[in-house]
């Protein structure tokens, strides 16, 4: 599967952005989907992810309850919903999938990785 992200950019501490993701190749209903981010020096690390089946999400704690992801199978995409952001959720964010279907936050975990998309929060 092919993943291609869009819909970072700059915006100011306390705003909103959605992130797309659009997977191609494969279904990506056969895939669980989520994403990644990448802040200037650190870590690779988890944000979010949702199921396969049931859409089951879950999140990094330091997204929890400002972020939602979602995903739409019949368009093979998936939503990064990002609200009350914060300077430190600056970093380029990774969209990725998997095809086992344990829940898992580990990088290595996630076989298919897009492109990133930069989000950028100003103070």
């Known amino acids: 599967v092919q993943l291609q992200a869009s819909g970072g950019g700059l915006v100011q501490s306390g705003g909103s952005l959605r992130l797309s993701c659009a997977a191609s190749?494969?279904?990506?209903?056969?895939?669980?989907m989520g994403w990644f981010r990448q802040a200037p020096g650190k870590e690779r690390e988890f944000v979010a992810a949702?199921?396969?089946?049931?859409?089951?999400?879950y999140y990094a704690d330091s997204v929890k309850g400002r972020f939602t992801i979602s995903r739409d199978n019949t368009e093979n995409t998936v939503n990064l919903q990002m609200n009350s952001l914060k300077p430190e959720d600056t970093a380029v964010y990774y969209c990725?999938?998997?095809?086992?279907?344990?829940?898992?936050?580990?990088?290595?975990?996630?076989?298919?990785w897009g492109q990133g998309t930069l989000v950028t929060v100003s103070s």
């Open positions: 190749g494969r279904t990506s209903s056969n895939y669980d």
């Open positions: 949702i199921s396969r089946r049931y859409g089951i999400t």
């Open positions: 990725v999938a998997k095809t086992t279907a344990l829940p898992s936050r580990v990088r290595t975990d996630w076989g298919y």
